[in-house]
Every structure is written in structure tokens, then in C-alpha cells.
């Protein structure tokens, strides 16, 4: 009886496996076509707000599968797809030359553009960030890369070299979700790092964790004392609000103040507007 209850969940396991893999492999065609025809994937745009919240500093990337079938599946797994298939540099450079496309005709200040570690891992990186930017015509000043604290974990030369010829060209770096890594702090040091951006598990117990506020108040005095700007993910409430302001923090990001949006919807907010009618604009 137990036996037969073994396997018959071993069964279930196994078809599950079969309809991840066959999933797996459908993503990876879409992908792929997505890729070549420039359609099937956009980028959404999250505001990044000063601590007041009154004023738009930048704006962050999000990729989203745009096709209907696949609308449900969530940037994280599609792009965890991408780096398993080998498809994260095209797909990188894509996002990467579409955000500085859609950035450099509006009055953002800065476009941010999130970065997988593998990305990073390429020598060759740092020069086709420079052609990307030299292609679209946006100023290295304004483009900034968030990448997360396991690329810094790696006493890698090539990622140190990458991340020093990218600073070097004006772009700064942004080590996104930090905390939830393993933070051996060291790398801090050894990095020059022009942002942190805390984590959202930390903020969304902000107003009920002691700990999660302990810790966020302690990131926040981390970035403060090494003169990086910082800023709070998945801002949602007031309280929230309230409390990172009594914290210092520089900037918010989250639902309280905007989701991410179409770049239209972007541009129509107050403050910000498009002197040139760009494609990715145009198309919202
Ligand atoms: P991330 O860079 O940490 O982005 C923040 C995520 O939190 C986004 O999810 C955003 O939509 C969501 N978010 C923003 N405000 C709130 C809030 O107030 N509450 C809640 N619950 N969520 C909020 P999204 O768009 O699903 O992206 C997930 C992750 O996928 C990103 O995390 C990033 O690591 C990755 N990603 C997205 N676009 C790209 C890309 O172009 N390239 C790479 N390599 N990764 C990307
Ligand atoms: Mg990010
Ligand atoms: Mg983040
Ligand atoms: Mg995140």
C-alpha cells in the first residue's frame, strides 16, 4: 500500500518534470522569435521617486513577455529561462539598446537597466554597453546598470574589470536587492558601487518586523556612511513611507507612488515629457 503510494507520487513528480521541460522549450522558442522579430517582448517603466515622493529621479526597465498566451509567466522565470538557454546576452542587449532608445528623447534624468550576472562575466561587455550607448546617442551619465551581490561574491578579473571600464564611462552601478544575498560585506570595499537598493522583503515588514526594520535601518546607515545613494523597492504604504523617511533613505520605488508602466503612461506624468518622438514612445 505505501509502495503503491510511493510511486504513484513518484509518477506525479515525474509529469510535472515532463510539462516544466516542455514548457522550458516553448518559452525558448518564443524567445527566440521574440528576439529576431522585436516583438513579443517590451519594457515597462517603474518611476524611482525622491524620498518626498514629489519628484521623478529615473526610471527602471522591467522586461514583460508581451505575448497573450504567455502574459501570466513573470520576468524573473522567463529570464531564469533565458540564462539557462543561453539566450541572457541577446535578450540583454535587446532590453539594454530599447531602454536607451525610449530614454535619451524624454526628460528622464536616468534610465536604469537590470543586468544578469552572466552579462557581466563577458569581457566584452563594458564595449557593447559603449556601442549601445554611442548607437542610441544617450549619455553614459544617464544610464544606470543594477545587477545583484553575487556577482560581487565572485573574485572574478573579468567582472572587476567589466564593472571598473563601465564606472569609468560614467555609468553607475547599482547592486539591487541587497541583503537577500550572501552580504559578505567585504565586497563593498573592494567594489565601488554608486547604489544599493534594499530588498523588498526587508521593506514589506517594515511597518511590522521589528528585525526587517533593525536591518533596513542598518543597510540604509551602511549606504549613508560609504556616500552611496540608496534606495527602498516595493514601497506600499504609508507607514512604509514614513518610516524610510525617518531612516534617511534617498529614494523610493514601489506601488505607493507607481507601478511599473507603458512608456506612454510614463511620459504623461507630471514632470517628465518626450522632446523627440521616440519609436519606443510612438508604439505605446
Ligand atoms: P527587480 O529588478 O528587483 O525588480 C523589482 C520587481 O518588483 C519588479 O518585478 C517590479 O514589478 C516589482 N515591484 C515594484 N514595486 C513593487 C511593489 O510595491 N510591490 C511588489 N509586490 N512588487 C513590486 P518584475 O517586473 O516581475 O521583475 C522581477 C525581476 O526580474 C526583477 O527584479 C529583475 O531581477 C528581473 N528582470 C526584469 N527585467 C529584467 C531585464 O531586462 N534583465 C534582467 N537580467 N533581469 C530583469
Ligand atoms: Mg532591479
Ligand atoms: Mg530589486
Ligand atoms: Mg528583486
Known sequence: EAKKNGRGRYQVFAGDMDD???????????????????????????PVFSIDGRRILGAEALIRWGHEVHSALP????????????????????????????????????????????????????????????????????????????????????????????????????LDDFGTGYSSLSYLRRHAIDKLKIDRSFIRLLDEDKSAAAIAKALIELALALKVEVTAEGVETDEQKALLVSMGCHQLQGYLLSPPLEPGQLLALPGLSSSVPERSAARA
Open 20 to 46: 516544466l521541460l516542455l514548457r522550458k522549450r516553448k518559452v525558448e522558442a518564443e524567445l527566440r522569435k521574440a528576439l529576431t522579430g522585436g516583438d513579443g517582448i517590451k519594457l515597462a517603466y517603474q
Open 75 to 174: 520576468a524573473a522565470q522567463f529570464i531564469a529561462i533565458a540564462e539557462e538557454r543561453g539566450l541572457i546576452g541577446d535578450l540583454g542587449k535587446w532590453a539594454l539598446t530599447e531602454a536607451c532608445r525610449f530614454a535619451v528623447g524624454t526628460e528622464l534624468p536616468w534610465i536604469a537597466v537590470n543586468i544578469s550576472p552572466l552579462q557581466l562575466r563577458d569581457a566584452g561587455f563594458a564595449g557593447q554597453v559603449a556601442a549601445i550607448l554611442s548607437e542610441t546617442g544617450l549619455d553614459p551619465a544617464r544610464l544606470q546598470l543594477e545587477t545583484t551581490e553575487s556577482v560581487l561574491l565572485e573574485h572574478n578579473d573579468t567582472i572587476n574589470s567589466v564593472i571598473a571600464a563601465l564606472r569609468k564611462s560614467g555609468i553607475r552601478i547599482v
